[in-house]
């Protein structure tokens, strides 16, 4: 409010003719904007004519801003702030405030091609969902340059192997979250695992040696992996996706489970996961694959055909 009054006198009474650019640039000219390129996560009505856009940022880390003007026909935003989208933000960063101003944004990828496939879709917005809710707020790269890349290979692939990419995108961003199972050693007490099937305690947050997975309450509530599984996971985890190739049905279901168990547990501590929970109970039986009815995403035809001839429908 502070601000649009003494804009708005320094336009009355000193510059009629400066742009109300020029006065955004002067009253802010102390406090220049941060550029930085980020990820739109989410979007959000803010007031009649404004949206709040929560960005992943690569320099300033998680960032909620106003978009001023965004909700109007012929704002400088456009369609610009689509969801999943990446692009050149312009901040006006307040200390101490969790509500920040973005002046500009330059698109970079608009990622249509999410909104032809449900599953593309749904791997996408629980990625989105999973940075959002548990990503540092201070600027963590990682996290940044996995879920471009993710969300970058989420548009690419198609078919049958879109699960298995879906699952190795998941994985990534939880390990990049600081999340990572324990394969390599045993999850309780760190000795060596041997080869062939192995006990998965979500409780413990990885596979257990042999000493550990013969005590009668853990084997109960914990997955047996047979030696294939364990270097499936693996891979998956390692974003080995072509190692993997395509799981079988039941194969994909018993990994997708195993992956929001752990997520569950360790990431979210039980807390509701919309996205990641949509994300596990979509048909993903290639004959249900389908366009995402969305009224701000523009897949076309085309894209919608060659997904269903792809997944072999
Ligand atoms: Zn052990």
Same mark, same amino acid.
């Given at each position: 409010?502070? !601000? *649009?009054? %003494?804009?708005? $006198?320094?336009? *009355?009474?000193?510059?009629? @003719?400066? &742009?109300?650019? #020029? /006065?955004? #640039? *002067?009253?802010?000219?102390s406090m220049p904007p941060v550029s930085t390129p980020a990820i739109v /996560?989410?979007?959000?009505?803010?007031?009649? &004519?404004?949206?709040? !856009? @929560?960005?992943?940022?690569? $320099?300033l880390g998680l960032v909620s801003a106003v978009a001023k003007g965004a909700s109007k026909p012929k704002s400088k935003f456009g369609a610009r702030l689509q969801v999943m989208s990446d692009g050149i933000a312009q901040l006006y960063m307040k200390h101490g405030r969790d509500l920040n101003t973005l002046a500009e944004f330059e698109s970079v990828r608009l990622r249509q091609e999410l909104a032809a496939d449900i599953r593309s879709y749904a791997s996408? %917005?629980?990625? =989105?969902?999973?940075?959002? +809710?548990?990503?540092? =707020?201070?600027?963590?790269?990682?996290?940044?340059?996995?879920?471009?890349?993710?969300?970058? #290979?989420?548009c690419k692939v198609q078919g049958d192997l879109l699960e298995t990419t879906s699952i190795s995108a998941i994985w990534g961003i939880v390990c990049a979250l600081g999340?990572?199972?324990s394969l390599d050693g045993c999850a309780r007490d760190g000795r060596a695992i041997d080869d062939g099937p192995a006990l998965f305690s979500v409780a413990d947050g990885g596979l257990l040696c042999s000493s550990c997975a013969g005590q009668t309450e853990t084997a109960r509530s914990a997955a047996k992996l047979q030696h294939s599984d364990r270097l499936a996971l693996d891979s998956l985890i390692a974003g080995r996706c072509s190692d993997v190739g !395509? /799981?079988?049905? @039941?194969?994909?279901? =018993?990994? *997708?489970?195993? /992956?929001? +168990?752990?997520?569950? +547990?360790?990431? &979210?501590? $039980?807390?509701d996961l919309k996205a990641l929970d949509f994300w596990e109970s979509i048909p993903w039986g290639t004959s249900f694959a389908g366009a995402v009815p969305s009224d701000n995403a523009h897949p076309s035809e085309a894209a919608i055909e060659e997904t269903k001839r792809g997944t072999g429908s």
């Open positions: 409010m502070d !601000v *649009r009054c %003494s804009m708005l $006198d320094v336009r *009355r009474s000193t510059a009629p @003719r400066l &742009s109300h650019h #020029s /006065l955004f #640039s *002067r009253y802010f000219s /996560l989410h979007t959000f009505k803010y007031s009649e &004519s404004s949206k709040v !856009v @929560r960005l992943l940022t690569r $320099d996408a %917005s629980a990625l =989105a969902e999973l940075v959002m +809710r548990f990503a540092p =707020a201070e600027p963590h790269e990682e996290t940044y340059v996995r879920l471009e890349a993710y969300l970058d #290979s989420l999340f990572e199972p !395509v /799981l079988s049905e @039941r194969h994909a279901a =018993a990994h *997708r489970r195993l /992956l929001v +168990r752990f997520v569950l +547990r360790h990431v &979210s501590e $039980d807390r």
